[in-house]
């Protein structure tokens, strides 16, 4: 079994809208991460060419998880804003303000989010996603340590930051 070593949390923190810039695209669940990856290298060149600096780390964000079929992820960057063109590829986005479950870890993706997953309901909060469709209102992986720090993942920190359904 892989290792999961948790950095912080679970908790729970109102967070305000943040302004994003990335690539978002339909992809299989079985290779994900290699997309994710190379999508992180196509920002960080597009964000190199044209000077833009992140105000913020990098993240990818699953608008609709279906692991046995396709998912509908972005990476992209928080806290940064810019003047974008239609028709870049780069689009300029926001992640929604609201109350997230958080989770911050280092080594399985897969475990990390099963014992998020578990823990929102413990707290009598419900995610604010469709079991439906799959879509997610705010799912994201932050990568508190990205590529551009640590190239070898298993020593990234990710925070897992979940969007809940807002309290009555």
Known sequence: MAHLDIQDGPRIEHRPERPTVGIRLVTPFRGMLAVRDSLIDELARWLDEHGVEPGGPFFLRLHTVDMAGDMDIEVG???????????????????????????????????????????????SRRFDADPETGAWAGRLEILRTGPRIERRKTRWTVELAVLLEAED
């Open 77 to 123: 960057v928080l806290d940064t804003s810019v003047e974008l063109s239609g028709s870049e590829r780069v689009r300029a986005g926001s992640a929604p303000a609201g109350d997230y479950a958080l989770l911050a870890y280092r080594g399985s993706s897969m475990q990390a989010n099963k014992a998020l997953l578990a823990w929102v309901p413990e707290q």
